[in-house]
C-alpha cells in the first residue's frame, strides 16, 4: 500500500531545527524540483512507519528519520513543504511582498536590481525552483505567489538555503557540483562584476576547487558539499548570507515621484528646518566649547557690522536728518566697505600659513575655516550692493534737478568724488560683482569650469581701482589689505619663475587608472614644504597663463622630486591628460621626459618609476656640468609652481590620534602624510654590522612627534583606483610587520581600511559567492584579493558609527579627545562624517579642494 500512487497525504513530524512542525507530501504530484525523482522514491519508505493510530511513537519516528534519511533528503522535504505551501499559511513577511505588484508580475530584472543581485542569479533560481511549471528556460517574470515563496525559501533553515545554493552551482542538473560547473559559474559571476582580471581570476577559482575536493576528484554530490560547508566556519559564515531581506519587496514601492523645482525647493527647504531644529536641541556647553573660536569669530564680526551700521543710522539719520534711502544706501555702503575689505583679508595665504604654523594663534584664530567665512562675506557684499543700488536709484527718482536718466548715465549731476563718476563707476562694479559672484556657483566651479571661475575671479583688480573711484574714503579700508595681497602676489610671481624656487620642469608622467594622471616633478633647490600643503601649478604648453591648485601627493624627505595627482574632470585638468597620453615616443625624448601608462601595463610602469626615483640624483649630477647636450636639455618640459600653501593636514604630527579619511582622488594630502610618516620609519632603522638584522631606534618614529596611531581610511568607488597608491600602503604594511616582530610589545602604529563601494554591501544572495571568494583568498594567500594587502578591502560604503565605536572601545582603545578626524573629499561625505564626530565628540578638520 505504501507504494500505491493512490495514496493521499502523509503528515510528517520533524525535528525541531527544522523549523517547520508539519509536513505535507503528495505521492500523486510531481515535484517541481530537478530532483524530484529522489524525493519520490524516498517518501514512500516512510509511509509504512508512518501509518500509526496513535501518536505514541513519535520518539521512535524522530529516532528513526535521524537515522534514516539524509541531509540531501531532509531538505528537498523541507523546500518541496515551503513551496506547496498556500498563500494562505504564507508567514506574514513572505504575504506582504505581494503588497507591492500593481499587475501580479515582476520581472527578473527587477527582482535583480531590488536585490542588487545579478540576473543570471535569479534566472538559475528560478529554474531550480520552478522547472515544472512554465519552461523556465523562458521566463521573464515573476508572479506574486512565486515572488512571496522565493522570500520564503532563502529565509528558511541553513540546510535548504544551502541545498538551493548547491543546486545553483549544478548548473548541468545532475544533482553533482562539477569542476567545470564551479568554473563557470564563477567566470560569469566575475564577468558581471568586472573586479577581478582573467589572470587572477584562474588563481582564484583554484583555490576555491582545492577548497570543495574538486582539484582532486570532477565532482561531488550534496552529502559531501554540505560536511565541507558544516565543518568549515569561514563557510558556514558565507552560506548564511545567502538569504535575502524580508522587505526587499518594498523598495518596488518606494520609487519617488518625479518632483517640480518649486516642490524640490520647499522640501529641501523643510529638510533644512527640521535639521536645524534638531541641531539647536542638541546645542550644548561641549558644542559651545568645541567651536568657541568660530564663535567668537562670528561674535565680533557681526558686532562691528553692527557698530558701524548704528554710527551711519545715528550719524546720517538724527545729525544730518537725510532721507531714508539716502541712510539705507549710506549704511550699505559703510558696510560695503568694511566687507570689501575684509574679504581679502580671509585669503592672505602666506598669512594663513603662519597662523597654522603657530599653535597658540590657530586655536585663537578658526583658520581653517577661511574659505568658508570668505564664502560669506561674499554673499554679504553680494547682498548689501544690491540693497545699495535700490536705496540710490530710488533716491535718483526722486530728485528734480537733474533727470534720472542723468543721474544714472551722466556725470553731469556731479555725483561722488573723481568727477561725478559714482554712477557710471557703480554700474560698471554690479556688472564685475554679477559676473564674480555667478560665476564663484559650485556648479560652475565643481562643474568641469574651473578656469572660468578662476578667470572672473581675476577681476578683482578692476573692481577695486573702480570701488577706490566710486567711494570716497574706501582707499583707507583697503590700503592695508590690499598692500599685503599685492605684496603675496608679488612674492608669488617672483618665486614662481625663479629656478631655485618655482621655474623647473616635468621628469615623467604616469597615466593611472580611472582618468588620473601623476606627475613627478623635479623639485627645486629652495622649495619646502609640509606634509599636506598644497600648490599651484602652471604648464605652459598646455594654458599659458592658468594656475590649478593640487595637493603635493610625495613626501618632503624626499628631496630630489614632488609628484601631484590630477584627476581629468574638468577642461584644464582633461587637456594636461590628453597631452601626456596622446605624447608620441619621439616628442618624450625630445623633452626628456618618461611617459608610463599604468592604465595599461601597472607592474611595469612601477618598476620603471622606481628606476627612475634611483638615477633621478644621477641625472642631477650630470647635469650640472655644462654641456652642448645639456644646452639641448632645456627644452624639457617646462612647469611653473606657486605656493607651497599650508592645509589642516599639517595638525596631524601635533595629535595623538589621527583618522585620515579620503573620499576618491581627495586622498592625496594623506598620500603625503603616509610618504613621510615611511621616510621616517625607515629613518629609524639601522643595520647590525655584525649580524645584518634591522633595529629600530627608540627615538625614532614615535620619538619625533607626538602622533601614537593612525587610521587611514580610503573609500573609492573602484578599487582598481587603488594602484598607484598601493605600493606605498604595501611597503608601510611590510616595515611594520617588521617592526613589530622586533619589538613585539610595542602596539600597531598604521591601520589601514580601504572601501570598494561600486557593489553595495548587503548580506544577500548575490554578494555571497564574492564574500565566500574574498574570505578563501584570505586564508590561503594571507592578503587582500583586491589588493593584495594584508588588511581587508571592505566592500560597500563604511558604517561611520561602527567604524568610530571601534576607535574608542576595546583593550587599546584611544578617548575621545585623543582622537582627530582629518577628511578630504565630496562635501556629502563630508557633513556625514562631521555628524558622526559631533556625536562622538571627535575634532573634526576638512581640506576643502
Same mark, same amino acid.
Given at each position: 500500500?505504501?507504494?500505491?500512487?493512490?495514496?493521499?497525504?502523509?503528515?510528517?513530524?520533524?525535528?525541531?531545527?527544522?523549523?517547520?512542525?508539519?509536513?505535507?507530501?503528495?505521492?500523486?504530484?510531481?515535484?517541481?524540483?530537478?530532483?524530484?525523482?529522489?524525493?519520490?522514491?524516498?517518501?514512500?519508505?516512510?509511509?509504512?512507519?508512518?501509518?500509526?493510530?496513535?501518536?505514541?511513537?513519535?520518539?521512535?519516528?524522530?529516532?528513526?528519520?535521524?537515522?534514516?534519511?539524509?541531509?540531501?533528503?531532509?531538505?528537498?522535504?523541507?523546500?518541496?513543504?515551503?513551496?506547496?505551501?498556500?498563500?494562505?499559511?504564507?508567514?506574514?513577511? /513572505?504575504?506582504?511582498?505581494?503588497?507591492?505588484?500593481?499587475?501580479?508580475?515582476?520581472?527578473?530584472?527587477?527582482?535583480?536590481?531590488?536585490?542588487?543581485?545579478?540576473?543570471?542569479?535569479?534566472?538559475?533560481?528560478?529554474?531550480?525552483?520552478?522547472?515544472?511549471?512554465?519552461?523556465?528556460?523562458?521566463?521573464?517574470?515573476?508572479?506574486?505567489?512565486?515572488?512571496?515563496?522565493?522570500?520564503?525559501?532563502?529565509?528558511?533553515?541553513?540546510?535548504?538555503?544551502?541545498?538551493?545554493?548547491?543546486?545553483?552551482?549544478?548548473?548541468?542538473? !545532475?544533482?553533482?557540483?562539477?569542476?567545470?560547473?564551479?568554473?563557470?559559474?564563477?567566470?560569469?559571476?566575475?564577468?558581471?562584476?568586472?573586479?577581478?582580471?582573467?589572470?587572477?581570476?584562474?588563481?582564484?577559482?583554484?583555490?576555491?576547487?582545492?577548497?570543495?575536493?574538486?582539484?582532486?576528484?570532477?565532482?561531488?554530490?550534496?552529502?559531501?558539499?554540505?560536511?565541507?560547508?558544516?565543518?568549515?566556519?569561514?563557510?558556514?559564515?558565507?552560506?548564511?548570507?545567502?538569504?535575502?531581506?524580508?522587505?526587499?519587496?518594498?523598495?518596488?514601492?518606494? %520609487?519617488?515621484?518625479?518632483?517640480?523645482?518649486?516642490?524640490?525647493?520647499?522640501?529641501?527647504?523643510?529638510?533644512?528646518?527640521?535639521?536645524?531644529?534638531?541641531?539647536?536641541?542638541?546645542?550644548?556647553?561641549?558644542?559651545?566649547?568645541?567651536?568657541?573660536?568660530?564663535?567668537?569669530?562670528?561674535?565680533?564680526?557681526?558686532?562691528?557690522?553692527?557698530?558701524?551700521?548704528?554710527?551711519?543710522?545715528?550719524?546720517?539719520?538724527?545729525?544730518?536728518?537725510?532721507?531714508?534711502?539716502?541712510?539705507?544706501?549710506?549704511?550699505?555702503?559703510?558696510?560695503?566697505?568694511?566687507?570689501?575689505?575684509?574679504?581679502?583679508?580671509?585669503?592672505?595665504?602666506?598669512?594663513?600659513?603662519?597662523?597654522?604654523?603657530?599653535?597658540?594663534?590657530?586655536?585663537?584664530?578658526?583658520?581653517?575655516?577661511?574659505?568658508?567665512?570668505?564664502?560669506?562675506?561674499?554673499?554679504?557684499?553680494?547682498?548689501? /550692493?544690491?540693497?545699495?543700488?535700490?536705496?540710490?536709484?530710488?533716491?535718483?527718482?526722486?530728485?528734480?534737478?537733474?533727470?534720472?536718466?542723468?543721474?544714472?548715465?551722466?556725470?553731469?549731476?556731479?555725483?561722488?568724488?573723481?568727477?561725478?563718476?559714482?554712477?557710471?563707476?557703480?554700474?560698471?562694479?554690479?556688472?564685475?560683482? /554679477?559676473?564674480?559672484?555667478?560665476?564663484?556657483?559650485?556648479?560652475?566651479?565643481?562643474?568641469?569650469?574651473?578656469?572660468?571661475?578662476?578667470?572672473?575671479?581675476?577681476?578683482?583688480?578692476?573692481?577695486?581701482?573702480?570701488?577706490?573711484?566710486?567711494?570716497?574714503?574706501?582707499?583707507?579700508?583697503?590700503?592695508?589689505?590690499?598692500?599685503?595681497?599685492?605684496?603675496?602676489?608679488?612674492?608669488?610671481?617672483?618665486?614662481?619663475?625663479?629656478?631655485?624656487?618655482?621655474?623647473?620642469?616635468?621628469?615623467?608622467?604616469?597615466?593611472?587608472?580611472?582618468?588620473?594622471?601623476?606627475?613627478?616633478?623635479?623639485?627645486?633647490?629652495?622649495?619646502?614644504?609640509?606634509?599636506? !600643503?598644497?600648490?599651484?601649478?602652471?604648464?605652459?604648453?598646455?594654458?599659458?597663463?592658468?594656475?590649478?591648485?593640487?595637493?603635493?601627493?610625495?613626501?618632503?624627505?624626499?628631496?630630489?622630486?614632488?609628484?601631484?595627482?590630477?584627476?581629468?574632470?574638468?577642461?584644464?585638468?582633461?587637456?594636461?591628460?590628453?597631452?601626456?597620453?596622446?605624447?608620441?615616443?619621439?616628442?618624450?625624448?625630445?623633452?626628456?621626459?618618461?611617459?608610463?601608462?599604468?592604465?595599461?601595463?601597472?607592474?611595469?610602469?612601477?618598476?620603471?618609476?622606481?628606476?627612475?626615483?634611483?638615477?633621478?640624483?644621477? !641625472?642631477?649630477?650630470?647635469?650640472?656640468?655644462?654641456?652642448?647636450?645639456?644646452?639641448?636639455?632645456?627644452?624639457?618640459?617646462?612647469?611653473?609652481?606657486?605656493?607651497?600653501?599650508?592645509?589642516?593636514?599639517?595638525?596631524?604630527?601635533?595629535?595623538?590620534?589621527?583618522?585620515?579619511?579620503?573620499?576618491?582622488?581627495?586622498?592625496?594630502?594623506?598620500?603625503?602624510?603616509?610618504?613621510?610618516?615611511?621616510? %621616517?620609519?625607515?629613518?629609524?632603522?639601522?643595520?647590525?654590522?655584525?649580524?645584518?638584522?634591522?633595529?629600530?631606534?627608540?627615538?625614532?618614529?614615535?620619538?619625533?612627534?607626538?602622533?601614537?596611531?593612525?587610521?587611514?581610511?580610503?573609500?573609492?568607488?573602484?578599487?582598481?583606483?587603488?594602484?598607484?597608491?598601493?605600493?606605498?600602503?604595501?611597503?608601510?604594511?611590510?616595515?611594520?610587520?617588521?617592526?613589530?616582530?622586533?619589538?613585539?610589545?610595542?602596539?600597531?602604529?598604521?591601520?589601514?581600511?580601504?572601501?570598494?563601494?561600486?557593489?553595495?554591501?548587503?548580506?544577500?544572495?548575490?554578494?555571497?559567492?564574492?564574500?565566500?571568494?574574498?574570505?578563501?583568498?584570505?586564508?590561503?594567500?594571507? %592578503?587582500?584579493?583586491?589588493?593584495?594587502?594584508?588588511?581587508?578591502?571592505?566592500?560597500?560604503?563604511?558604517?561611520?558609527?561602527?567604524?568610530?565605536?571601534?576607535?574608542?572601545?576595546?583593550?587599546?582603545?584611544?578617548?575621545?579627545?585623543?582622537?582627530?578626524?582629518?577628511?578630504?573629499?565630496?562635501?556629502?561625505?563630508?557633513?556625514?562624517?562631521?555628524?558622526?564626530?559631533?556625536?562622538?565628540?571627535?575634532?573634526?578638520?576638512?581640506?576643502?579642494?
Amino acid at each position: 500500500m505504501a507504494d500505491s500512487p493512490s495514496s493521499s497525504h502523509t503528515a510528517i513530524e520533524l525535528d525541531a531545527p527544522s523549523k517547520s512542525a508539519i509536513f505535507h507530501t503528495t505521492t500523486q504530484q510531481r515535484l517541481p524540483l530537478r530532483c524530484n525523482t529522489v524525493l519520490h522514491q524516498s517518501v514512500p519508505t516512510f509511509q509504512a512507519y508512518l501509518r500509526t493510530s496513535s501518536g505514541h511513537g513519535s520518539g521512535f519516528f524522530n529516532n528513526l528519520i535521524n537515522r534514516t534519511i539524509t541531509t540531501r533528503q531532509k531538505a528537498e522535504i523541507q523546500l518541496q513543504s515551503l513551496l506547496s505551501e498556500s498563500e494562505e499559511t504564507l508567514p506574514a513577511f /513572505a504575504r506582504c511582498t505581494g503588497d507591492s505588484f500593481d499587475n501580479g508580475n515582476l520581472l527578473i530584472e527587477q527582482v535583480s536590481k531590488l536585490l542588487n543581485t545579478q540576473p543570471f542569479i535569479i534566472e538559475r533560481l528560478v529554474r531550480i525552483l520552478y522547472s515544472s511549471t512554465r519552461n523556465a528556460d523562458e521566463r521573464k517574470t515573476l508572479s506574486k505567489l512565486e515572488a512571496q515563496k522565493l522570500t520564503r525559501v532563502l529565509n528558511s533553515t541553513l540546510e535548504v538555503r544551502a541545498f538551493v545554493f548547491f543546486m545553483m552551482l549544478d548548473e548541468a542538473g !545532475d544533482d553533482y557540483v562539477t569542476n567545470f560547473g564551479l568554473t563557470e559559474f564563477y567566470e560569469k559571476y566575475f564577468e558581471g562584476l568586472k573586479t577581478i582580471d582573467g589572470s587572477r581570476l584562474q588563481e582564484v577559482i583554484q583555490v576555491l576547487l582545492r577548497k570543495f575536493h574538486l582539484d582532486q576528484k570532477d565532482q561531488i554530490d550534496f552529502e559531501e558539499f554540505y560536511s565541507i560547508v558544516s565543518k568549515d566556519p569561514t563557510l558556514l559564515e558565507c552560506l548564511s548570507q545567502f538569504t535575502v531581506d524580508p522587505t526587499w519587496f518594498m523598495n518596488l514601492s518606494k %520609487q519617488p515621484a518625479k518632483k517640480s523645482k518649486f516642490r524640490q525647493f520647499f522640501s529641501n527647504h523643510c529638510c533644512k528646518r527640521e535639521s536645524f531644529q534638531q541641531q539647536k536641541n542638541k546645542l550644548s556647553i561641549d558644542y559651545l566649547k568645541d567651536n568657541l573660536a568660530r564663535i567668537v569669530m562670528l561674535i565680533i564680526y557681526l558686532l562691528i557690522n553692527l557698530g558701524l551700521l548704528l554710527f551711519v543710522a545715528i550719524y546720517r539719520g538724527d545729525i544730518q536728518n537725510h532721507h531714508v534711502l539716502i541712510v539705507f544706501a549710506r549704511i550699505c555702503g559703510m558696510l560695503l566697505n568694511f566687507n570689501c575689505a575684509f574679504v581679502i583679508v580671509l585669503m592672505l595665504k602666506k598669512t594663513i600659513l603662519l597662523i597654522r604654523t603657530n599653535t597658540v594663534l590657530r586655536k585663537l584664530i578658526p583658520v581653517d575655516d577661511h574659505i568658508d567665512f570668505h564664502k560669506v562675506v561674499g554673499r554679504a557684499i553680494a547682498v548689501l /550692493a544690491i540693497i545699495h543700488t535700490i536705496a540710490h536709484i530710488a533716491n535718483f527718482a526722486r530728485r528734480d534737478d537733474h533727470s534720472w536718466a542723468s543721474y544714472m548715465f551722466t556725470t553731469r549731476p556731479d555725483v561722488g568724488w573723481v568727477g561725478g563718476f559714482a554712477s557710471l563707476s557703480g554700474i560698471i562694479l554690479c556688472i564685475i560683482l /554679477a559676473a564674480i559672484v555667478i560665476c564663484s556657483m559650485q556648479w560652475i566651479r565643481r562643474g568641469g569650469h574651473f578656469e572660468v571661475f578662476y578667470w572672473t575671479h581675476l577681476l578683482y583688480l578692476p573692481f577695486y581701482v573702480f570701488l577706490i573711484l566710486h567711494a570716497q574714503y574706501f582707499w583707507k579700508w583697503i590700503i592695508g589689505p590690499l598692500s599685503f595681497l599685492l605684496l603675496e602676489k608679488c612674492y608669488s610671481v617672483l618665486t614662481s619663475f625663479s629656478s631655485k624656487s618655482g621655474r623647473t620642469y616635468i621628469h615623467s608622467a604616469t597615466i593611472e587608472q580611472s582618468n588620473v594622471i601623476s606627475l613627478t616633478i623635479h623639485r627645486p633647490k629652495n622649495f619646502t614644504f609640509q606634509p599636506g !600643503d598644497y600648490v599651484s601649478i602652471n604648464l605652459p604648453r598646455v594654458a599659458l597663463y592658468e594656475f590649478h591648485p593640487f595637493t603635493i601627493s610625495s613626501a618632503p624627505e624626499k628631496e630630489d622630486s614632488i609628484c601631484v595627482h590630477i584627476q581629468a574632470v574638468g577642461n584644464w585638468t582633461k587637456q594636461v591628460y590628453q597631452h601626456f597620453k596622446e605624447m608620441s615616443e619621439e616628442q618624450a625624448r625630445e623633452n626628456q621626459i618618461e611617459i608610463y601608462r599604468a592604465d595599461l601595463y601597472p607592474q611595469k610602469s612601477s618598476a620603471n618609476l622606481q628606476n627612475l626615483e634611483q638615477n633621478e640624483i644621477e !641625472d642631477e649630477r650630470i647635469e650640472s656640468v655644462p654641456t652642448e647636450s645639456n644646452t639641448r636639455s632645456r627644452k624639457r618640459e617646462p612647469i611653473f609652481i606657486k605656493g607651497p600653501y599650508s592645509s589642516c593636514a599639517r595638525y596631524v604630527f601635533d595629535c595623538k590620534h589621527v583618522v585620515l579619511i579620503g573620499g576618491g582622488i581627495g586622498v592625496t594630502p594623506y598620500a603625503s602624510i603616509l610618504s613621510s610618516l615611511m621616510a %621616517q620609519f625607515r629613518a629609524s632603522s639601522i643595520i647590525c654590522k655584525h649580524c645584518n638584522r634591522t633595529n629600530y631606534l627608540s627615538t625614532g618614529l614615535m620619538g619625533n612627534h607626538r602622533l601614537q596611531k593612525v587610521d587611514f581610511i580610503w573609500v573609492n568607488r573602484d578599487y582598481k583606483n587603488f594602484e598607484w597608491f598601493l605600493n606605498l600602503l604595501r611597503q608601510f604594511e611590510q616595515e611594520q610587520e617588521n617592526y613589530l616582530a622586533l619589538n613585539p610589545n610595542e602596539k600597531r602604529f598604521l591601520d589601514i581600511h580601504l572601501y570598494f563601494t561600486e557593489i553595495k554591501h548587503k548580506e544577500n544572495i548575490g554578494n555571497v559567492p564574492l564574500e565566500l571568494v574574498t574570505k578563501l583568498w584570505a586564508e590561503v594567500a594571507g %592578503q587582500d584579493i583586491f589588493t593584495s594587502l594584508k588588511s581587508k578591502t571592505y566592500i560597500g560604503r563604511p558604517q561611520w558609527d561602527k567604524v568610530f565605536d571601534k576607535l574608542i572601545s576595546g583593550e587599546n582603545a584611544s578617548t575621545a579627545n585623543d582622537v582627530s578626524i582629518f577628511f578630504c573629499g565630496p562635501s556629502t561625505m563630508a557633513k556625514t562624517i562631521q555628524h558622526h564626530c559631533a556625536t562622538f565628540r571627535f575634532r573634526f578638520y576638512e581640506e576643502k579642494f
